[in-house]
């Protein structure tokens, strides 16, 4: 009896060790998909993606450290784009309601957040709908939507400059844009 406890006492500390060894090594090769596909991506998207914001966009879920696809990270980069719009939606509706922006009716620049407005309305009907695309592994198609949603976010950001108004969606805009365009490089891989 004594002996065994023994045994089993010396052992612990070992085995704790091999467990935390195993678990810091996970983390390390999850830590390292990441970058990798981070690294890759950025470069293959002639500069449009950086590995920073990359990074940044899938270190801010934890699910990104058990992640072993591109399908997986995709899945990540569509849920992080649903917050961002629905966050970015409720910022227009609140600009367009708010007196105090001193929006008149038919200016540049309601037009433009009235267009805005209208998109993003349609980008998170269609959010559901490229996320049960992914699960099921209809890559091709997620990807020309989120393509797609790319092109609308980068227009409508245009369309800004080109109505000289001041876009105070250039931040959503971008995240959007970046985000729609990193999900369409990762799931451009899987298929
Ligand atoms: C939008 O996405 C970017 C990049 O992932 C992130 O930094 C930002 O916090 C997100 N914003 C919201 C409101 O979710």
């Known amino acids: 009896m004594v002996s065994s406890h023994g045994i089993a006492n010396a052992f612990f500390p070992f085995a704790v060790a091999l467990v935390a060894a195993s678990q810091a090594q996970h983390a390390a090769n999850a830590d390292s ?3 990798g596909a981070c690294k890759i991506f950025a470069g293959s998207s002639s500069g449009v993606i950086s590995v920073t914001f990359c990074m940044d966009a899938l270190g801010s879920d934890s699910r990104s450290l058990s992640a072993s696809h591109y399908s997986d990270l995709a899945i990540i980069v569509i849920d992080l784009l649903t917050s961002n719009t629905t966050s970015t939606k409720a910022k227009i509706d ?55 949603l790319a092109n609308m976010v980068e227009e409508y950001e245009k369309g800004f400059g080109k109505s000289n108004v001041k876009s105070l969606l250039a931040i959503e805009n971008h995240d959007s844009f970046e985000l729609a365009k990193l999900g369409a490089l990762l799931l451009n891989e899987e298929h």
């Not at 105090?100 to 559901?128: E, H, I, M, R």
């Open 33 to 35: 998909f990441m970058l």
């Open 94 to 148: 609140n600009i367009l309601k708010d007196d105090g922006n001193g929006l008149k009716p038919g200016d540049a620049t309601t037009v433009c957040f009235q267009s805005c407005q209208a998109a993003y309305a349609s980008v998170l009907q269609g959010q559901l709908g490229i996320f049960y695309n992914v699960q099921a592994g209809r890559f091709p198609e997620a990807m020309s939507a989120l393509e797609k």
